[in-house]
């Protein structure tokens, strides 16, 4: 009898095992389904790959699908590799820790800072922001590693708060450490990190690339932005409207992004910190720990849910420890979102790379590791300002009203309308040329939040350029009325006010 229980049970074991790779696809199925994934994943156990699947186009252009050699941009899933080069300096006695910064370059303005606080993200320095002056100077030259210490001098904000005090994302602090990385190995970074990290683990897909250090790389997949109102279509990052400041410091500066790689080549850098190819284990493990501020709490990042975590060095710890100790770092920008997780309790591996912007991926990760460990998948609620939006591009706007009021009470599956979602949504369709579209969404916008000067204000913008000034007029009081200090309605109010006298 106890070996018919023993059989049973490992029956039993071997039937879930088998269930995981199936339930790891209906999810990537089913986000495909609903343009919510394009790219790679993988999820592996002790190094042993037991799902891995490519969805999608690297270049939907051409029609080229994703496959297992297609190359990612991995965004801050670079910082990891930062991380680890600083490691390795202090591996190597080069460097501590808690060296303040301007020990090795001097000219920082401050003295304070040290470098596990530009590690974990508590040294209270300015992030892209600082660029803001030089970029409006000269919006042409392409920034540098040795732009960063210059544009934190000529900065007049200074620091954020006491280095140590509390926890705020840098991407310039990643850059500084690329520089120091640079200064005590007299090597590039991208050099250094082929060097001793890529190449020591295998990683013969893997590099860094910036609009100063081009890569030629066929397999490499195309970034692409998601239409808003139409999530089936794509536009190539470089026909999207970005974020200026971003662009110039994610785009160009190495340390805090600007790596390349493969799902397969991740799993190699994984089993190579395993096996102590890069970091001795006491060293690595000093990463994994969370930062205590000053005050002793731990360093959060997170607004209170299931992907919250804790910070340590380049590394997130996440809260959640139910199925083991998780350690991983999650990376977006357009074009691209990334995630890679490492449960070195279980030793278990997950890899989720996108070349189109869908920033829920963040969450999908965490639910794939609670998948690969046999638990419940997380049930997330879809946008009803995108349902919306792609239903009244798609069928008008009376498919879009019945739409709006089949799901608007279905809470379970869907969040409220959003005001400025549906706003930005209808902007993208007022940009696109489809100004009918745009009007309904931002007529609708303005019944559904009668309190909101700028639903009004967006509306009173398109009616002005659909020629119906005495509308949007109309609408720019209404918004005034609501908030007097709204200055730009103001002067387009005056704008339209003295065309119609003309």
């Known amino acids: 009898m106890k070996l018919l229980l023993i059989l049973f049970i490992s029956a039993a074991a071997g039937a879930k095992a088998q269930d995981i790779p199936l339930r790891l696809d209906s999810l990537f199925t089913g986000l495909v389904k609903n343009n919510e994934f394009n790219g790679n ?70 003295s304070t800072i040290t470098l596990r606080q530009l590690l974990s993200h508590t040294s209270g320095l300015a992030d892209n922001q600082i660029f803001e002056k030089p970029y409006q100077e000269n919006p042409d030259k392409i920034y540098t590693l040795n732009d960063l210490i210059p544009a934190f001098r000529n900065d007049k904000r200074g620091l954020l708060f006491k280095p140590g005090e509390k926890f705020s994302y840098s ?9 120091l990385v640079e200064k005590l190995s007299g090597m590039k970074f991208q050099d250094y990190l082929k060097k001793y990290i890529f190449l020591p683990a295998g990683m013969t897909h893997t590099y860094i690339e910036t609009p100063l250090i081009p890569v030629a790389d066929p397999d490499r997949a195309i970034r692409y932005e998601f239409i808003s109102y139409a999530p089936d279509r794509l536009k190539r990052v470089d026909s999207v409207k970005r974020d200026h400041i971003s662009a110039v410091i994610l785009g160009a500066i190495v340390g805090p992004d ?3 790689s493969t799902t397969g080549d991740l799993l190699k850098f994984d089993q190579a910190l395993y096996s102590g190819k890069l970091l001795k284990p006491e060293i690595l493990e000093e990463a994994f720990r969370p930062t ?44 691209e979102v ?86 930005g949504m209808s902007y993208d369709m007022l940009d696109d040329g489809y100004m009918t579209e745009a009007m309904e969404a931002l007529k609708i916008n303005t019944l559904l939040f009668p309190d909101s000067w700028n639903a009004y204000d967006s509306y009173a913008e398109a009616l002005a350029r659909a020629g119906k000034k005495e509308e949007a007029v109309a609408m720019y009081k209404r918004s005034i009325a609501i908030n007097p200090g709204n200055q730009g309605g103001k002067n387009a109010l005056k704008r339209l006010e003295k065309t119609g006298m003309e």
């Open 258 to 260: 600007c790596v390349v």
């Open 41 to 110: 994943v993988l999820a592996a156990a002790n190094g042993r790959v037991m799902y891995q699947h490519s969805f999608g186009y690297a270049d939907a252009e051409h029609q080229l699908l994703n496959a297992e050699e297609t190359t990612f941009n991995l965004a801050s899933v670079s910082k990891i590799f930062t991380a680890v080069a600083i490691l390795q300096l202090k591996q190597k006695s080069k460097l501590s820790l808690d060296d303040p910064y301007v020990k090795y370059f001097p000219d920082i303005p401050w």
């Open 171 to 179: 991407n310039t602090g990643f850059g500084l450490l690329a520089l």
């Open 338 to 423: 990334t995630v890679f997780l490492r449960n070195i309790t279980r030793k278990q591996t997950i890899i989720v790379l996108d070349n189109v912007t869908h920033r829920g991926l963040l969450s999908q990760g965490i639910n794939t590791f609670y998948i690969l460990n046999g638990g419940p998948a997380l049930v997330f609620k879809r946008s009803l300002a995108r349902a919306y939006a792609r239903q009244l591009h798609e069928k008008g706007a009376d498919a879009a009203a019945v739409l709006f009021n089949g799901l608007k009470t279905d809470t379970a599956h869907y969040y409220p309308m959003n005001e400025r979602e549906l706003n």
């Open 292 to 335: 205590l501020l000053n005050n002793g709490e731990r360093a959060v990042m997170g607004v209170g849910g299931h992907t919250d975590s804790y910070y340590g060095l380049g590394w997130m710890i996440l809260c959640d420890s139910t199925y083991g100790k998780v350690v991983w770092h999650s990376g977006g920008d357009p074009g």
